[in-house]
């Protein structure tokens, strides 16, 4: 297939907002030189002065936001915005289902029983090397051993039992109250992270499955970092959770997703974008919806040229063809 290269689209994009900010610039620059010589010049800086820093805020507003380090590229892999009224029929709910969508959003409520995941069983993709990205917003939570709540891979579907990486409040893994952990399910707890995450604030939390990783030294199995998901902080370069579970305990292997509560443990928590990478999934463009120049609040949306909506409907057609591509083979 012929696929544009998607960093001269990015450069377009980015191009049309420093366009932004020098077109005000040079309108400051010439209004200035007017402004000596006579009094319409005078009144005209009164005039354009405030026009121009209002031009100014508004790029600022509608600067690119900072977003994960996959954005704009091509993955083996899916995504899903959670758009619609229901979950693409690859999702399928192991354990209790307390897994609705609405609004764009996976909503997760408590559960009872031990463990719950939602998984994405598409058939034959790489069932330990995975990597999930996901969008995540706690919205209420108790405090406790089964207050829990995150992101699962390598889950066996018959067993319902893999590798977590998990919201947590407990005084456990050398932690206090709000933080993360990894855990194996039914088997034993990692290490924790001393992320004190809030409630009703979005996060990125990125999880990768890869046994005695040779990349990564060749003993860690699991590896998490988590930031900031409002476009004000960049992705962080490493790592800043690792474990190795295993050889002490087996391997798991299976699909990932989503893990919920257990054992009827307070925690509700939004889903808005997940994106699953492995080999054996489709090609895909990572374009997580949130950030997209429509989801954009009226003053920013009155900003944007159409080179942003130039990049984006390139977006939108490559995700629409390899949907319709997708539908057609399976
Ligand atoms: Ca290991
Ligand atoms: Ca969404």
Same mark, same amino acid.
């Given at each position: 297939m012929n696929i544009a290269p998607e960093d001269v689209v990015q450069r377009k994009w980015l191009g049309s907002c420093l366009a932004e900010t020098i077109m005000p610039?040079?309108?400051?620059?010439?209004?200035?030189?007017?402004?000596?010589?006579?009094?319409?010049?005078?009144?005209?800086?009164?005039?354009?002065?405030?026009?121009?820093?209002?031009?100014?805020?508004?790029?600022?507003?509608?600067?690119?936001?900072?977003?994960?380090?996959?954005?704009?590229?091509?993955?083996?892999?899916?995504?899903?915005?959670?758009?619609?009224?229901?979950?693409n029929?690859?999702?399928?709910?192991?354990?209790?289902?307390?897994?609705?969508?609405?609004?764009?959003?996976?909503?997760?409520?408590?559960?009872?029983?031990?463990?719950?995941?939602?998984?994405?069983?598409?058939?034959?993709?790489?069932?330990?090397?995975?990597?999930?990205?996901?969008?995540i917003r706690v919205l209420n939570f108790g405090s406790g051993d089964p207050v829990r709540g995150g992101v699962g891979v390598g889950v066996d579907p018959v067993s319902n039992q893999g590798i977590n990486s998990l919201f947590r409040n407990n005084n456990s893994e050398g932690q206090t109250g709000n933080h993360l952990a990894f855990l194996d399910d039914l088997v034993a707890?990692?290490?924790?992270?001393?992320?004190?995450?809030?409630?009703?604030?979005?996060?990125?939390?990125?999880?990768?499955? +890869?046994?005695?990783?040779?990349?990564?030294?060749?003993?860690?199995?699991?590896?998490?970092?988590?930031?900031?998901?409002?476009?004000?902080?960049? +992705?962080?370069?490493?790592?800043?959770?690792?474990?190795?579970?295993?050889?002490a305990y087996s391997a798991r292997t299976g699909y990932a997703g989503i893990t919920a509560s257990s054992s009827g443990g307070v925690f509700q928590f939004d889903v808005d974008y997940i994106l699953i990478k492995a080999a054996g999934l489709p090609h895909i463009l990572v374009a997580p919806g949130a950030f997209r120049p429509d989801a954009c609040n009226d003053r920013q949306r009155a900003a944007k040229s159409d080179s942003d909506r130039t990049f984006y409907s390139h977006v939108q057609r490559r995700r629409q063809w390899q949907?319709?591509?997708h539908l057609s083979v399976v």
């Amino acid at each position: 297939m012929n696929i544009a290269p998607e960093d001269v689209v990015q450069r377009k994009w980015l191009g049309s907002c420093l366009a932004e900010t020098i077109m005000p610039l040079t309108f400051l620059s010439q209004t200035t030189r007017v402004r000596r010589t006579n009094l319409i010049g005078r009144i005209l800086w009164h005039v354009t002065a405030p026009v121009s820093v209002i031009s100014l805020l508004t790029f600022n507003l509608c600067a690119q936001p900072l977003l994960p380090a996959d954005v704009g590229t091509t993955v083996n892999g899916f995504q899903d915005d959670f758009d619609g009224t229901a979950l693409n029929p690859n999702w399928v709910v192991s354990g209790v289902d307390v897994f609705s969508v609405s609004e764009g959003l996976l909503h997760i409520t408590s559960a009872t029983g031990d463990p719950n995941h939602l998984l994405y069983e598409f058939p034959g993709y790489d069932d330990s090397a995975q990597e999930v990205l996901a969008r995540i917003r706690v919205l209420n939570f108790g405090s406790g051993d089964p207050v829990r709540g995150g992101v699962g891979v390598g889950v066996d579907p018959v067993s319902n039992q893999g590798i977590n990486s998990l919201f947590r409040n407990n005084n456990s893994e050398g932690q206090t109250g709000n933080h993360l952990a990894f855990l194996d399910d039914l088997v034993a707890w990692g290490p924790g992270q001393n992320f004190v995450w809030q409630p009703n604030t979005w996060y990125w939390l990125r999880v990768r499955h +890869e046994p005695n990783s040779a990349s990564q030294g060749g003993a860690n199995d699991v590896f998490e970092k988590i930031w900031l998901a409002d476009g004000s902080v960049a +992705e962080p370069a490493n790592w800043q959770l690792t474990w190795d579970y295993t050889p002490a305990y087996s391997a798991r292997t299976g699909y990932a997703g989503i893990t919920a509560s257990s054992s009827g443990g307070v925690f509700q928590f939004d889903v808005d974008y997940i994106l699953i990478k492995a080999a054996g999934l489709p090609h895909i463009l990572v374009a997580p919806g949130a950030f997209r120049p429509d989801a954009c609040n009226d003053r920013q949306r009155a900003a944007k040229s159409d080179s942003d909506r130039t990049f984006y409907s390139h977006v939108q057609r490559r995700r629409q063809w390899q949907s319709d591509a997708h539908l057609s083979v399976v």
